[in-house]
């Protein structure tokens, strides 16, 4: 099981949710990004460099799962506050949630795309333009058509 990871979910949940009175749809995606945040930074690229096997990863996960089920049924909140209009359930909408949504919708959107299809042959191109330069001090005279 990976400790510090649930540590994390459960202090961001529990502050996010149960403190602060932030809706739990946000609090669910804020959390989660906190915790791929965590796993990015801790073991770069995830499935070469991440020590836990499947076994593992899965407790964790019905760890996690599990714990905030428990904070949700035994926070003091009836109904269950999903989502809103604003970021906190404890207080009138003071910042456009909506909007805000929306746009980070299409950035990432976009974001996905270009990363997608457009790096890929971006790559290829700076790659294929850097081959026919002196790289790294070859100062060997061109040979071929033109040299």
């Known amino acids: 099981m990976d400790v510090p990871l649930y540590a994390i979910a459960l202090a961001v949940f529990a502050v996010l949710y149960i403190a602060i009175g932030v809706f739990l749809a946000y ?3 804020i959390t989660l990004i906190v915790m791929f945040a965590y796993l990015a930074i801790r073991h770069g690229k995830l499935p070469e460099n991440y020590p836990h096997g499947l076994g593992d990863t899965l ?10 089920g428990i904070f949700i049924f035994l926070a003091p909140k009836n109904p269950l506050p999903f989502i809103g209009s604003g970021l906190l359930y404890t207080s009138n909408a003071s910042i456009p949630i909506a909007p805000i949504i929306s746009i980070a919708l299409v950035l990432s959107l976009i974001f996905l795309v270009i990363g997608a299809f457009i790096a890929r042959d971006l790559g290829r191109a700076t790659a294929g333009s850097t081959t026919s330069a002196n790289v790294g001090g070859d100062n060997k005279p061109k040979q071929g058509v033109g040299a």
Do not use: A, C
């Open 27 to 29: 609090t669910l995606v």
């Open 59 to 68: 407790i964790t996960v019905i760890f996690i799962g599990v714990t905030w």
